[in-house]
């Protein structure tokens, strides 16, 4: 955040030096000294970048996920299995990625469309555990259930719509993507079974998701920009996962 002050002021900065460089003459009021002042960034143009983020995940794990699990342990004579219902995963997660775009521009009015890829190594993590006690109050049964859902890679489209405001271009965006999720489940149970039973299980399938949120481009020399944004992901498949991340970046306008 000091960073973008900084940028800030120097905008401002630069804007006062230039118009307190110029001779306090009559002709020069007015339309010129005001031209240069407001003097508006030119975004119009493509653009590339790199970007890095940081973000918290859940994912909608149904409670019977592993269910089909389950039912392959036949527990022995005289013990009962305890299985809990698994709650939804959840997991703190930095990426990286880049992004390249297209902006057409109207006074101060920026238009475009950007391909924007992320990679996340999401791991939401999903636990339940069950126990079951005879009348003495010993352990007669132990069950452990767990799933782990990852998003390893996410690439979308997004349109955006920005207002020039100096060397600051806020922005707002929407887009849609494909991403790559693998679905890792396990259970366990103690004492083992009476025959041997199926304990793992693994899946990996391309999903689809919609993404929007808002950010701010901030011009620095040249075609030289920074970035830092907001993002609202929703996966949807067989398990369903809502992202919240935020990103910093720098690009190049060419």
């Known amino acids: ?20 460089d110029m001779p306090d003459l009559p002709f020069l009021r007015g339309s ?27 994912s909608k794990v149904a409670p019977g996920a592993n269910s089909d699990l389950q039912s392959t342990f036949i527990p022995p004579n ?26 057409s521009q109207w006074e101060d009015v920026v ?5 924007n890829y992320i990679h996340d190594g999401i791991r939401s993590v999903s636990n339940s555990v069950g126990v079951v006690y005879n009348p003495d109050l010993s352990l007669q049964s132990l069950t452990h259930s767990n799933a782990v859902v990852k998003l390893s890679d996410f690439g979308s489209l997004r349109v955006r719509g920005g207002y020039v405001m100096g060397c600051f ?7 849609t ?6 679905v890792d489940r396990t259970v366990s149970a103690f004492p083992d079974p009476v025959r041997p039973a199926t304990t793992a299980a693994s899946k990996t399938k391309l999903v689809y998701g919609y993404s929007a949120g808002v950010g701010v481009d901030v011009m620095l020399v040249g075609g030289l920009f920074v970035r830092a944004e907001y993002e609202y992901r929703r996966v949807t ?7 919240n991340t935020v990103r910093a970046g720098i690009g190049y306008k060419f």
């Open 1 to 20: 955040m000091r960073r973008f002050l900084l940028v800030a002021v120097i905008c401002g900065a630069a804007s006062v030096a230039q118009a307190a």
């Open 111 to 115: 238009l475009g469309l950007e391909a």
């Open 78 to 103: 005289n013990v009962s299995y305890n299985w809990q219902p698994l709650p939804s995963g959840h997991s703190n997660t930095t990426g990286f990625g880049a992004f390249a775009g297209y902006n």
């Open 32 to 58: 010129f000294t005001d031209g240069l002042t407001s003097a508006r960034v030119n975004w119009q143009g493509y653009y590339i970048g790199g970007q890095a983020s940081y973000g918290s995940t859940t």
């Open 169 to 175: 271009l806020p922005y707002a965006f929407a887009g």
């Open 237 to 243: 498949s067989d398990i369903e996962t809502n992202i």
């Open 177 to 182: 993507g494909l991403g790559s999720q693998t």
